[in-house]
């Protein structure tokens, strides 16, 4: 009432009288609409166009992009409560989304459960193994877990280095491991937001890397880059990515996939195209963006 008797240039007792002969007359009605409910609408059209779970996190108003980024990664922490049980093996993919998830878990001993990294950390500036530590042991001690780390680059610089690197027995039984997964859990990597994909801002990719990604790829998932129609197949650098393609991600059973940022809409309608996602939370911003963007029909290909 302040704000139009400002805006009219009269007093808020006249607007406020103004308001109660029209709401007595029936012109104007005031409802108060519950943040939740509005959310529990967006999830359901979510769930339906998109055949996933979803989750959607209402928001309060001014909130920031890292308390967004928060508020999401709790709601996954309750997914994965709901999700993990004795004897399951997880799979996570290290990046900023999962490191804020494993800040929010509900800590819950459980019996025989394994943490497998799904895809490599190093990178030419750093080892990767102290932030993968970090994140994992997070997991760790919320569930009284087993880890197993995933020791390779993010990237290899060679194909053939890969490939060498996929026969070491070592290597094979992390990959064992991440094959025989009942739960996975990720982001979406993307060039821009408002809180960068470590991919993107921490010297894993080099300058023509970049190049090529911005003109062909729209996001990554677990270091795999996905093209706006939810191909992957062909793009350079899918080769030596130390992560699970999408034909091999889709072999575990649920796939939880956490978004704060609208600029990440591209890569979750790509990720979503793939089938890669089983299990969606969300923010409400994010979600509106989602239902408004048109998908990119799949040309060919696995």
């Not at 104007?28 to 059209?45: D, L, Y």
């Not at 390779?152 to 890969?162: I, K, N, S």
């Not at 994909?197 to 190049?211: I, K, M, N, Q």
């Amino acid at each position: 009432m302040e704000s139009i008797a400002s805006e009219e240039g009269v007093s808020r007792s006249t607007v406020s009288r103004m308001l109660e002969a029209a709401r007595a007359a029936g012109i104007v009605s005031i409802q108060v609409t519950p943040v939740h409910g509005r959310a529990q609408a967006v999830e359901q059209e979510v769930a339906q166009r998109f055949g996933v779970s979803a989750r959607v996190v209402p928001l309060p108003e001014g909130v920031g992009a890292v308390e967004r980024l928060h508020h999401v990664a709790r709601a996954t922490g309750r997914v994965l409560d709901r999700s993990v049980g004795a004897g399951m093996i997880v799979g996570v993919a290290w990046g900023t989304t999962t490191s804020a998830v494993s800040e929010h878990l509900l800590a819950r001993p459980l019996s025989d459960v394994q943490v497998v990294q799904l895809n490599g950390a190093m990178n030419t500036l750093s080892t990767g193994v102290g932030y993968g530590s970090d994140v994992l042991g997070r997991f760790a001690s919320a569930w009284d877990a087993q880890v197993h780390h995933f020791p390779v680059p993010a990237f290899f610089d060679h194909v053939e280095t890969r490939r060498a690197m996929w026969r070491e027995r070592s290597v094979q039984r992390v990959l064992r491991l991440q094959h025989a997964a009942d739960v996975a859990l990720f982001g979406i990597g993307a060039v821009g937001g408002a809180v960068p994909s470590r991919v993107w801002a921490e010297g894993y990719l080099t300058g023509p890397d970049r190049a090529a990604l911005t003109a062909a790829a729209v996001g990554d998932v677990c270091t795999v880059f996905l093209r706006a129609d939810g191909s992957w197949e062909g793009l350079p650098l899918n080769a030596r990515s130390s992560g699970p393609v999408p034909p091999v991600l889709r072999r575990i059973p649920r796939r939880i996939c956490a978004v704060a940022d609208e600029a990440k809409v591209p890569g979750l309608l790509a990720a979503l195209a793939a089938g890669v996602v089983t299990d969606l939370v969300l923010d409400e911003r994010t979600a509106r963006e989602l239902l408004l963007a048109r998908p990119v029909a799949r040309r060919g290909g696995s």
